[in-house]
T-cell receptor, first 113, second 110 residues
Framework: EAQVTQNPRYLITVTGKKLTVTCSQNMNHEYMSWYRQDPGLGLRQIYYSMNVEVTDKGDVPEGYKVSRKEKRNFPLILESPSPNQTSLYFC????????????FGPGTRLTVT | RKEVEQDPGPFNVPEGATVAFNCTYSNSASQSFFWYRQDCRKEPKLLMSVYSSGNEDGRFTAQLNRASQYISLLIRDSKLSDSATYLCVVWDFGNEKLTFGTGTRLTIIP
């Protein structure tokens, strides 16, 4: 089954404790991205990657890091989480940024206290 | 002005009715348009692309008005299962940016 998986699905953590949210896709997509979704603000892109070893900042990259060592994986790293990073996070993949369809993972609900 | 604007709703509509909502975009260079559907606390999923000539998929019709810079979604004979948030999405080839609206929440009432 073609899918994007994210882990963990739910996470409660404390300020400053480094965490990683994993994202993996099995569709051989070149383009992957991370979004955060907050009430009233919609989906905002954090980082994206056009291909392996190619990543770039989206609209709200501060406080986040990513890496793309393999085509299928695109982890999101929060080196020192803060409460304003409490949000719902989605990973997405597609054939390209212009592609008709972005495939989203199921989401990770993160709470930073 | 927001790049992509939608009426957040909620739209509460009786089952079987027709409902329509619009989305406006600010960048006239925007080139591709989509409607995504998002159920509560779930991931967005593509509902349909929006073509210049308009397009229809069953009970759903999408229209694009480039002159006025808006797209619309019409749902006919609404079903309870249509209850969701509908996201307007705009792709700008110039800066290779995909922008999501904040969504319009629709609730179909039995």
């Amino acid at each position: 089954e073609a899918q994007v998986t994210q882990n963990p699905r739910y996470l409660i953590t404390v300020t400053g404790k480094k965490l990683t949210v994993t994202c993996s896709q099995n569709m051989n997509h070149e383009y992957m991205s991370w979004y955060r979704q907050d009430p009233g603000l919609g989906l905002r892109q954090i980082y994206y990657s056009m291909n392996v070893e190619v990543t770039d900042k989206g609209d709200v990259p501060e406080g986040y890091k990513v890496s793309r060592k393999e085509k299928r994986n695109f982890p999101l790293i929060l080196e020192s989480p803060s409460p304003n990073q409490t949000s719902l996070y989605f990973c997405a993949s597609s054939l390209g940024p212009y592609a008709l369809e972005q495939y989203f993972g199921p989401g990770t609900r993160l709470t930073v206290t | 002005r927001k790049e992509v604007e939608q009426d957040p709703g909620p739209f509460n509509v009786p089952e079987g009715a027709t409902v329509a909502f619009n989305c406006t975009y600010s960048n006239s260079a925007s080139q591709s348009f989509f409607w995504y559907r998002q159920d509560c606390r779930k991931e967005p999923k593509l509902l349909m692309s929006v073509y210049s000539s308009g397009n229809e998929d069953g009970r759903f019709t999408a229209q694009l008005n480039r002159a006025s810079q808006y797209i619309s979604l019409l749902i006919r004979d609404s079903k309870l299962s249509d209850s969701a948030t509908y996201l307007c999405v705009v792709w700008d080839f110039g800066n290779e940016k995909l922008t999501f609206g904040t969504g319009t929440r629709l609730t179909i009432i039995p």
